[in-house]
């Protein structure tokens, strides 16, 4: 029988994917026989991680791509276009949450930040990315939202409003280009032990009173948001777009 998870032959793009989430899911994508770039801001953490999947055995290469600069998101394409020809999967990862408070307390610089990575950076980057595929006959694109972008986050305000905004990019992406043979879903993580979560994870009080509201009762490790990206950038999801799949251990149940 097929292995609907086999991604051999595949040319995958996951941005922010030096740490956490996007590291982890380069590593699966690599595992599961796709050509990874690697790629977030600093080219020197994108070598590591794309230099520790080759000497696994995987297939991997760095490319540092800031996806808040338009010129650099051309840079990559450019890149990828001269290199591999095509792209099959792109994994929208990279985010911005420089500001933990009050909403009222947000200033432009914080507003500009995260709206222009989480927002403009999704839709060019998916834009770049859809222009190939529909060339090439279709592809797969998979958006990390977060459940923040369902049920806002508590001094995460303008976070929360850019992650809502990437689950309707999703839909509209898919609507519009599933005639193309591009799907577009988006993943919803729960609260993940990152170093992008840490204003979360490492304070004590915050911590406890959102394990009360997580019937696993846990954070979840990276690796556990990996599965459910493999499963939509493959073959095993091949009627499946437009959805945003949950995965927060049961907290918006």
């Known amino acids: ?23 982890s899911i380069a590593r699966l994508l690599a595992d599961k026989g796709a050509h990874v770039i690697v790629s977030s801001r600093k080219i020197e953490a994108c070598q590591k991680v794309a230099d520790s999947i080759t000497a696994e055995g995987g297939k991997a ?30 994994v929208n990862n990279a985010a911005a949450n420089p500001y933990f408070g009050h909403i009222l307390d947000t200033d432009l610089a914080a507003y500009n930040k995260t709206v222009e ?34 049920v806002a986050g508590d001094m995460q305000g303008i976070y ?12 509209s992406f898919a609507k519009e280009c599933g005639p193309l043979n591009i799907r577009v879903n988006a993943l919803l993580p729960g609260l993940t032990d ?25 954070v979840a490790h990276p690796d556990e948001m990996a599965g ?3 499963y939509l950038v493959s073959d095993a999801s091949s009627y499946t777009t437009g959805s945003c799949v949950i995965v927060d251990g049961g907290l918006l149940a």
């Open 194 to 218: 990152t170093k992008f979560a840490s204003a979360l994870t490492s304070n004590d009080k915050i911590l406890n009173s959102a394990l009360k509201s997580i019937p696993l009762g846990r």
């Open 160 to 171: 929360s409003i850019t992650k809502a905004a990437v689950i309707s990019m999703t839909k």
């Open 228 to 230: 459910t990206v493999l």
């Open 117 to 150: 990575v989480n927002i403009r950076g999704y839709f060019f980057m998916s834009i770049a990315a859809g222009k190939m595929m529909r060339n090439q006959g279709g592809g797969v694109i998979l958006n990390t939202a977060s459940v923040n972008g369902i």
């Open 61 to 90: 290469s760095a490319f540092a791509c800031h996806v808040g600069d338009l010129a650099q998101i051309d840079a990559i394409f450019a890149h990828i276009q001269d290199a591999f020809g095509k792209l099959d999967i792109l």
């Open 1 to 23: 029988m097929k292995d609907l998870f086999d991604l051999t032959g595949k040319v995958a793009l996951v941005t922010g994917a030096s740490r956490g989430i996007g590291e």
